[in-house]
C-alpha cells in the first residue's frame, strides 16, 4: 500500500472540522446504563464457547488503568489522580487486584495474554515492589506469555523513571513503551506545568534500548501555549537525532468547559490556527525526510517497524489503546475508567474512585456503562476500521463477510463520499475505495461518513481533525 503523505493546507483547512478519534465504534458517546456486569459476564461467556469451538483459543488483551500523577500537566484529558501522596496508591492497588481476580475468573485459563497495557495516570508512579506484586496477581489470574512474543507495553513519564526502572519492567515483561515528551521548550514547559530535560528523557530511552524493548514510541503535542513553528522544529530536531521507532504527534484540543485542568492554560498565548497548520506541515516535512512512514490517526513510525509492517499486510488494528498488530484480541480493561471490549460489547468502569472502589468491595464488577453491538453496528465498525487502519476498503469482501451488496447498502455514504473524491482524497470505482496520500491526514474525515450515530447526533463534542 501507499503509506506516503501529501500536505494540502486548503484541503486542510476545509475539512478540518470536529469528529471522533474512532478508538471503538460506535464511540463512547453511546454507551449506556442498561448495560452493566451482568451483560458483560454474558459476553464472556459467549466468548469463551467461540473459543472454545475455535481452531484454537482466543487470545485475551488486558489493560490497566493507573490513574495517579505527582503533578498535573495542564493540558492532560485523562482520568487522574494528583497526589504528592505515594501511599494513596496502596488501597486502590489492593481492589485493582480483587478485580484482577474477579475479571480472571470469567476467562477460560487456555486464552492466552497476547497483548497486555498499563496507562494512566502515570503507570510508574507506583512503587518497584508494588509493580511486581501487581504482575504477580495478574499472572496468577490470567496466562501471560513467558517467551516474549506478547505485546506488554506501558506509559513511562520520564520524571518517574530511571534505568533500575526500565531493568525491573523489562524483567516483569515489558517490551515495548510509550515515552511522554509534548515539547522540550522550557517556557512551553512551563506554561504547561511539565518541566522535563532532554536528559531525563534520553537517558529512559537508551536504557530501554540497552535492555532490549522492542519498540520505544515518544508522544508530542503541538498546538500548546507559546509554541511557534521554529521552537516546535526544534524539539522535532531533538527528538530526530535519538530515531525512536514511532511517534505520535497530537493536536492539544483546548476544551477547558470540559477539563478543568485545562482552565490553568491561558488561552491568550495558544498558537492561531495558521501556526498550528505550519507546525504539522513542517513536522511531517520533516518525519517524512527522515524516513518515518504515516501510519495515520497522527501516529508515524520507521518502515521497518512493527506498525509500518502490519499496514503493509493489512493486519494493523485499532483499539482504546491506539493502533495495534493483535485484531483478533478481547480487551478485558481494569482500573477506574477503564474500557473493554469483549465479543460484541464494550463496557467502561466507573469514572471515580470511590464508586469504583464501593462496588469491589460490594462483590461486584465495577463496570457502570456500556453497549452491545448491532449488526449494523459491527459493519460499520469493520468499515471505519479498514479505512482508519489501511485506507482501503474492498467491497466484495465487506458484502461476502456481512451478507450485504456494498453499495446498495451505503448508497447514501457513497453519494456523500463524491465531493471527497472530486477534491482528490480518495479514489472510488466499483469494486473499492483508496484513500490517497492526500487524503492520509484526514481519513477521521472520511470515517465520519460511516457514522451512523454522527449522522444523527446534536451536540456531541470532539476535537478538531487537525
Not at 169 to 174: C, D, K, N
Not at 348 to 357: P, R
Request: glycine content about 6%.
Amino acid at each position: 500500500m501507499d503509506q506516503s503523505l501529501i500536505f494540502d493546507s486548503e484541503l486542510i483547512k476545509r475539512y478540518d472540522k470536529s469528529g471522533p478519534r474512532y478508538t471503538s465504534y460506535p464511540t463512547a458517546v453511546q454507551f449506556h446504563k442498561n448495560f452493566g456486569p451482568e451483560e458483560y459476564q454474558a459476553a464472556a461467556a459467549r466468548t469463551n464457547a467461540e473459543s472454545r469451538s475455535a481452531a484454537s483459543p482466543r487470545p485475551l488483551s488486558l489493560y490497566f488503568h493507573l490513574p495517579f500523577c505527582d503533578t498535573v500537566c495542564f493540558y492532560c484529558a485523562c482520568n487522574k489522580v494528583v497526589t504528592k501522596n505515594r501511599k494513596r496508591a496502596a488501597p486502590y492497588l489492593e481492589h485493582l487486584h480483587r478485580e484482577i481476580a474477579m475479571q480472571g475468573a470469567l476467562f477460560d485459563r487456555n486464552r492466552v495474554v497476547d497483548q497486555l497495557h498499563w496507562g494512566g495516570g502515570t503507570p510508574t508512579f507506583i512503587s518497584h515492589d508494588e509493580m511486581r506484586e501487581l504482575m504477580r496477581v495478574t499472572r496468577e489470574h490470567f496466562a501471560l506469555r513467558d517467551d516474549d512474543s506478547g505485546e506488554y507495553s506501558i506509559e513511562i513519564d520520564p520524571r518517574e523513571a530511571d534505568a533500575e526502572t526500565i531493568t525491573l519492567l523489562r524483567e516483569l515483561g515489558f517490551n515495548r513503551m510509550s515515552m511522554g515528551v509534548q515539547d522540550f521548550e522550557p517556557s512551553v514547559q512551563k506554561a504547561v506545568n511539565r518541566l522535563q530535560s532532554e536528559e531525563q528523557t534520553f537517558s529512559v530511552l537508551r536504557a530501554a534500548r540497552e535492555r532490549g524493548f522492542k519498540s520505544v514510541s515518544l508522544d508530542l503535542i503541538y498546538g500548546l501555549p507559546l509554541q511557534t513553528p521554529a521552537s516546535f522544529e526544534r524539539t522535532l530536531d531533538k527528538v530526530l537525532a535519538q530515531m525512536p521507532d514511532r511517534l505520535s504527534v497530537f493536536n492539544y484540543a483546548h476544551l477547558p468547559e470540559m477539563f478543568k485542568t485545562q482552565k490553568q492554560i491561558d488561552a491568550t498565548q495558544l498558537p492561531s490556527a495558521p501556526q498550528k497548520l505550519e507546525i504539522l506541515q513542517r513536522t511531517i516535512e520533516k518525519l517524512t525526510t527522515a524516513g518515518y512512514v504515516y501510519i495515520g490517526m497522527d501516529h508515524f513510525a520507521r518502515p521497518d517497524d512493527e506498525l509500518a509492517t502490519a499496514q503493509r499486510n493489512r493486519t494493523l488494528y485499532r483499539n482504546f489503546q491506539g493502533y495495534s498488530t493483535h485484531a483478533d484480541c478481547d480487551l478485558v480493561a481494569m482500573g477506574v475508567t477503564a474500557i473493554g471490549k469483549v465479543g460484541n460489547t464494550y463496557a467502561q468502569n466507573a469514572k471515580d474512585i470511590e464508586t469504583y472502589t464501593a462496588r469491589i468491595d460490594a462483590g461486584l464488577l465495577p463496570i457502570m456503562r456500556g453497549i452491545e453491538l448491532t449488526a449494523d453496528d459491527l459493519l460499520r465498525r469493520e468499515v471505519i476500521t479498514q479505512l482508519i487502519c489501511h485506507f482501503h476498503i474492498d467491497f466484495n469482501e465487506i458484502g461476502e463477510q456481512f451478507g450485504i451488496r456494498f453499495a446498495d447498502y451505503f448508497s447514501v455514504e457513497l453519494e456523500d463520499l463524491r465531493a471527497m473524491q472530486s477534491d482528490g482524497l480518495l479514489r472510488m470505482d466499483a469494486r473499492s475505495i483508496d484513500v490517497l496520500p492526500r487524503g492520509h491526514l484526514l481519513i477521521r474525515n472520511v470515517c465520519m461518513v460511516f457514522d451512523k450515530y454522527l449522522r444523527e447526533s446534536t451536540g456531541q463534542r470532539f476535537s478538531k481533525v487537525i
